[in-house]
């Protein structure tokens, strides 16, 4: 018998009448209401906050968005009347490498300084033509995981060899420039005697045998500040650990674009004026190995951000030369960064445990009655709770110390987040009781779904290995999959059904601001994940990710003040050429998708996942498949 997911329920580009006349009705109503109603109060703010010269940005934008939402309608309104719709523009060459958000001198003429025109600023990004991001001339697909690991297209990543070769002995002692690749040397790296040494140099001063024991010591997430080029991320993964590389936006030679070109978890973040977007104790570790960042500025901020995402227990690496004076103190009174957050360390329970060479470690103190036996001068406890962070200002108190998340990493169980016990914790913390057989059903789910996905998408993922549906996946290095961004993660078990399978890939899961707040039972859980505004775009390079994969995104966003033809542009940007995405939502909206995506040059396949087509009930839940030419196709079509 055949299984339903292999049948087409449509693969024409008309739409049937009945169907016309409900989606031009229901796309009229969202677009009027996204004409008259007013900005949300979360943008008014983060509009707001700050100078004069902010004041006509606040106009301008809502005009803006006025004016879009115009124009969304009036397409849509061609969609619903089966008129053929314009592919975007190509971009010109000067954006082969933009991303959005970080605008430098916008944000000196919007009166930023001090460091904080450095950071993410969506609200300043002026007005551009819609346009798809072309690839960069020479651009090639990348080597298949674990070979794209340690060897990438120099072509891929904007550094040119002059910016190479100026960077100093640290940097070609690392990796290796040779014609149209950059070699990685898994042996050595940004640290002096090679990585691996240095791993277990960190579990020693830990207390542990061996670096392959930082899972039995709690350590299964790693927030890397500043990664350099990844290399202390590749050995962590290597021991089935989560890193996730933070670093700020460059320009140039940029550290998260080389890391995610590598295969390894990365995003854009900085240390600047702003919180990142995690919840509070979301990370066993967080590492920082000459980062480049003065712990000691803004009154000690910084290093309270730090304490703000660290675990109970959990614990802050410091590599730096001793030797060099830093810090804001006067000339005559300098002294070593280490030296600095020692003191301030005391101050927000943190214990130096161990110091070898130019290496320190902190360890976070997980007892939380330890704040009130400090001194009365001492950095004061925030009384915001559980609130959920998103790129908030930098805040001179104490975090997380009432949550009902405080567990010591040490305490935790095996499979931390999923236990009855965990549940409740985070069902409280949501407001919404999160029953077991709630999380288990989820849970189920996704495990079924993701071998569904994987029948599909095999023919097609495996091209120079084909086979039969229901054959076993052949092993590394076919898998041409490595990446996973979840734009909508829920509970996190699609990143679970990758793990519980066996596939050699990682995920990204992205839980939406005005979503219901499930990002601290992935955390706990040990995956990767974030908090953000699918109205504005992610915080990554373009071409930097495999799959991206939607379930019922598009319906949440529907009433929302963003346009999905934007969200469809940005989710181009980040796709790598021959990358994938794959939708489920409602029969409307899943046929607007598919019209959205012949608008930026994707080619599209709608999946029927029930057995009776003619069952209205049957048909709320659609599967879109979307891939990209191929890269012969692609090239030659943007070039």
Request: proline fraction near 6%.
């Amino acid at each position: 018998m055949t299984s339903p997911w292999y049948k087409t329920v449509s693969s024409v580009f008309g739409l049937r009448p009945r169907i016309k006349g409900l989606l031009f009705f229901i796309l009229g109503v969202v677009a009027l209401l996204t004409i008259l109603s007013p900005l949300t109060s979360t943008s008014y703010e983060a509009s707001s906050t700050g100078s004069s010269t902010r004041v006509p940005n606040i106009y301008s934008n809502y005009r803006r968005i006025k004016e879009q939402a115009a124009v969304d309608y009036l397409d849509l309104r061609s969609l619903s009347l089966g008129t053929s719709l314009k592919e975007f523009p190509l971009c010109g060459k000067e954006r082969e490498s933009y991303v959005p958000c970080y605008n430098v001198t916008g944000n000196l003429l919007a009166g930023l300084q001090e460091g904080d025109e450095l950071d993410r600023h969506c609200e300043f990004e002026r007005e551009k033509e819609r346009c798809v991001v072309r690839p960069p001339r020479d651009y090639k697909i990348p080597l298949r995981w674990p070979l794209g690991r340690d060897i990438i297209w120099s072509g891929n990543v904007k550094i040119t060899k002059d910016q190479f070769l100026s960077s100093g002995t640290v940097t070609t002692r690392l990796m290796l420039l040779e014609e149209n690749q950059i070699t990685f040397h898994s042996e050595d790296g940004l640290i002096f005697d090679g990585v691996k040494d240095y791993a277990r140099q960190i579990a020693e001063m830990i207390g542990l045998g061996s670096d392959t024991e930082f899972a039995q010591a709690g350590v299964r997430t790693v927030l890397d500040i500043g990664c350099g080029f990844g290399s202390f991320g590749a050995h962590l993964v290597s021991l089935k650990l989560m890193p996730i590389c933070i670093a700020k936006y460059e320009a140039t030679g940029s550290q998260v674009q080389l890391a995610l070109e590598r295969g390894l978890p990365a995003m854009i973040g900085n240390f600047f004026s702003k919180q990142l977007p995690y919840p509070a104790l979301s990370f066993d570790m967080v590492h920082c190995a000459q980062c480049g960042i003065t712990w000691d500025i803004k009154d000690a901020m910084l290093l309270l951000e730090v304490d703000r995402v660290l675990k109970p227990g959990g614990y802050f690496v410091l590599t730096s030369p001793t030797n060099k004076a830093q810090g804001n103190l006067p000339d005559t009174k300098k002294t070593s960064i280490s030296t600095r957050v020692n003191e301030l360390s005391k101050k927000i329970c943190w214990s130096l445990t161990a110091q070898q060479d130019e290496s320190f470690l902190w360890q976070k103190t997980a007892d939380s009655n330890c704040y009130s036996s400090r001194s009365q001068d001492s950095i004061p406890l925030c009384k915001d709770g559980d609130s959920v962070p998103y790129y908030h200002p930098l805040v001179p108190c104490i975090s997380g110390t009432t949550s009902k998340r405080w567990i010591p990493i040490q305490n935790r169980s095996a499979v931390a987040g999923t236990t009855s016990a965990e549940l409740e914790i985070h069902g409280k913390y949501l407001f919404h009781c999160i029953k077991p057989e709630e999380f288990s059903e989820d849970t189920q789910v996704w495990r079924s779904a993701l071998k569904n996905y994987w029948s599909l998408l095999t023919p097609l993922i495996f091209s120079d290995h084909p086979k039969r549906p229901g054959d076993e996946d052949p092993l590394p290095p076919f898998n041409m999959i490595r990446n996973v961004m979840d734009m909508n993660a829920r509970f996190g078990n699609l990143n679970s059904a990758l793990l519980e399978q066996g596939k050699s890939a990682w995920v990204m899961n992205v839980v939406p601001v005005n979503a219901r707040n499930t990002l601290p039972i992935i955390l706990d859980r040990g995956f990767a994940g974030v908090l953000h505004d699918w109205c504005e775009p992610f915080p990554t390079y373009p071409r930097t990710y495999d799959m991206l994969h939607a379930n019922e995104l598009l319906t949440h966003l529907s009433s929302e003040r963003c346009s999905l033809m934007d969200l469809f542009l940005e989710m181009d940007r980040i796709l790598r050429p021959e990358g994938w995405v794959v939708i489920s939502d409602k029969l409307g909206v899943i046929e607007m998708a598919r019209a959205m995506a012949t608008r930026v040059r994707w080619e599209a396949r709608v999946i029927d996942l029930q057995d009776d087509p003619d069952d209205a009930s049957c048909k709320l839940l659609i599967e879109i498949i979307y891939f990209s030419r191929t890269e012969e196709e692609h090239l030659k079509k943007v070039l």
